[in-house]
């Protein structure tokens, strides 16, 4: 594995980290809290350090797994949490009044039983509340001792800037992946002139880049709605994303490797990528991911990869 510190922090972090969205268990189809437990502990065996969760994963359930996933191992993980996003039913809402956020916060730690969260982010901007007010109470908790560090996730670059201003960030949290690269226009330059980290989420596009599907899947939106949130499952777009899944596959036979194991590896060696953050349902899948990042793909292959997906992209209906 490999370890990078996270923008001007000392916290050293695992090139790929586990996203935890699925153990919320309404959102990426039926998931087992024993067997999600089991691939949380396999990930942190394989080198991941690493666990990015929010109450918003099935309404706090998947801080509550990934709280007995870590206990008796609390000194190996970086701990990331969010704020700012709850649900209500199927709806997700976004909150960032004050009340909210400490609620939010009292409630993470309570889940995920840890003193200290070692990473809070905003999970999503709220329009209706001022930046100023959210900041106010953040920077409260932070002195509290509530939570170590402050990052923020789906935030363009002029909402960074007006952060910034107010208190230090040290990291984003984009969505990033061969399929969704409007991060490097902007936002990239901007991390990187100012020494923020990344922890990019949507690695395997919702799975699409695993290779797994050879059809078009059609998910049950009782317990999996992930081709709501990616467009690349679309019934317009699924032609579009064949030719980069086939180069995937033709490249992860040359590499002996798997196609989700080549996507992850061309999001690790991305500039500006502190970490990507991979799902794991199970103790094999966990292991393959963190296996990511053993080795280097070529400059050939980055190069290829790059530019299937550049055609790709510009075909996509989002």
């Given at each position: 594995?490999?370890?990078?510190?996270?923008?001007?922090?000392?916290?050293?972090i695992s090139a790929i980290g586990l996203g935890t969205w699925a153990y919320g268990d309404d959102t990426f189809g039926e998931v087992d809290d024993r067997q999600s437990i089991r691939a949380i502990k396999a990930a942190v065996d394989s080198g991941i350090n690493l666990i990015d969760t929010a109450p918003a994963y099935g309404?706090?359930?998947?801080?509550?797994?990934v709280g007995q996933a870590i206990d008796g191992i609390r000194n190996k993980v970086v701990i990331a949490t969010k704020c700012g996003v709850h649900r209500e039913g199927q709806k997700y809402v976004n909150d960032l009044t004050p009340k909210r956020i400490r609620k939010e916060i009292e409630d993470s730690l309570r889940r995920l039983d840890v003193e200290q969260i070692d990473l809070y982010q905003i999970h999503w901007p709220d329009p209706d509340?001022?930046?100023?007010?959210?900041?106010?109470?953040?920077?409260k908790l932070k002195k509290e001792g509530k939570f170590k560090y402050l990052g923020v996730s789906n935030f363009g670059v002029d909402l960074m800037n007006q952060i910034s201003e107010m208190t230090d960030i040290i990291?984003?949290?984009?969505?990033?992946?061969?399929?969704r690269r409007d991060i490097e226009a902007e936002i990239?330059?901007?991390?990187?002139?100012?020494?923020?980290?990344?922890?990019?989420?949507?690695?395997?596009?919702?799975?699409?880049?695993?290779?797994?599907y050879k059809q078009r899947p059609e998910f049950n939106e009782e317990k999996d709605n992930r081709d709501g949130f990616y467009p690349f499952f679309k019934k317009e777009n699924w032609p579009q994303t064949q030719s980069l899944i086939s180069l995937l596959e033709d490249i992860a036979d040359k590499y002996k490797k798997t196609p989700a194991q080549i996507a992850i590896n061309w999001a690790i060696k991305r500039p500006?990528?502190?970490?990507?953050?991979?799902?794991?349902?199970?103790?094999?899948?966990?292991?393959?991911?963190?296996?990511?990042?053993?080795f280097d793909l070529r400059e050939k292959d980055m190069q290829a990869l790059t530019q299937e997906s550049q055609k790709v992209i510009k075909n996509l209906s989002v």
């Open positions: 594995m490999k370890y990078r510190n996270l923008g001007n922090s000392d916290l050293e309404a706090g359930h998947a801080e509550e797994v509340t001022p930046l100023k007010e959210s900041v106010e109470e953040l920077i990291s984003l949290q984009p969505q990033y992946s061969l399929l990239i330059p901007y991390l990187r002139e100012n020494n923020l980290g990344s922890l990019s989420y949507g690695t395997l596009g919702g799975g699409i880049l695993s290779a797994k500006g990528i502190t970490t990507a953050l991979v799902g794991a349902k199970n103790e094999k899948q966990a292991e393959e991911n963190a296996a990511a990042a053993d």
